[in-house]
């Protein structure tokens, strides 16, 4: 079992954040993957993770993960558009993965619209799960994955995959053992005395498992400052979620790996 490294931007004291732009620069770090799927947590059974730089309407997510409806799993993303009294617009991008330049690659997810005039990308979204895909010829190493929507009302998406060549039309999740890292709220500039919480979630889709993985912060000049090891007995197909509780005597900024 391999599993990718997992990064989300943190800090401490008067300087704690949880900044997109810091956790794309670090997660960005990986060499080309040899998984079927690039994307962690496709499925969105982890919750939606700083993988995903996610829209906020005032102080409202847009984006948040139920278990009303799902194609895989047990839970899917609903997006909600804002009452504005006209068609919405707004997006989501997942951090840049590194790929091959000149290579093909394939989005694909499944999308179902509850309100009227949904469209990704420019391609309309039924009232009934449809797989819809993109393709993508990178001209760099990197590909960013971004996602227009439009509409009134919500759409739900699930089983997202970013493939080398053109079929992703199947779901395969990015691991057998899926596992992430959250800390919120975005944006966030945490207060001297305040608690500094990580979320850690896994998830096994294949069998009955043990997994111990390590949290670290790592400060700017890349040196680990703090670690922690969290045991999850994992059973087939059932999310665990532990909250891990960061002990750092110093301020500045920093980023969490998993």
Not at 121 to 140: H, L, M, V
Request: aromatic residues 10%; proline residues 5%; hydrophobic residues 40%.
């Amino acid at each position: 079992m391999t599993q990718q490294s997992r990064t989300v931007a943190v800090g401490i004291g008067l300087l704690l954040f949880c900044f997109c732009a810091d956790l794309y620069c670090s997660a960005a770090e990986e060499g080309p993957s040899a998984k079927i799927n690039f994307l962690n947590n496709g499925s969105f059974e982890l919750g939606l993770l700083n993988d995903w730089a996610s829209p906020y309407f005032d102080k409202t997510p847009m984006a948040v993960t139920d278990d009303t409806t799902a194609t895989h799993g047990k839970r899917s993303l609903i997006l909600t558009a804002p009452q504005l009294g006209w068609a919405a617009q707004w997006r989501m991008t997942y951090r840049p993965v590194t790929v091959l330049p000149g290579k093909t690659y394939t989005f694909a997810a499944d999308f179902k619209a509850e309100g009227k005039g949904m469209a990704v990308n420019g391609k309309a979204i039924n009232e009934e799960w449809q797989r819809i895909a993109f393709q993508y010829k990178p001209a760099t190493n990197y590909l960013e994955v971004v996602l227009d929507f439009r509409g009134r009302g919500a759409i739900r998406m699930d089983s997202a995959m970013l493939v080398e060549g053109t079929d992703a039309s199947v779901f395969v999740p990015a691991d057998p053992v899926e596992m992430g890292i959250y800390c919120e709220p975005p944006g966030n500039i945490f207060k001297e005395k305040e608690n500094v919480v990580i979320k850690v979630s896994a998830v096994s889709y294949e069998a009955d498992t043990v997994v111990k993985p390590q949290i670290s912060l790592v400060d700017c000049y890349n040196e680990k400052r703090w670690e922690k090891s969290v045991v999850f007995k994992l059973k087939a197909g059932i999310v665990q979620e532990k909250a891990v509780k960061i002990s750092l005597n110093r301020f500045g900024s920093f980023r969490a790996e998993l």
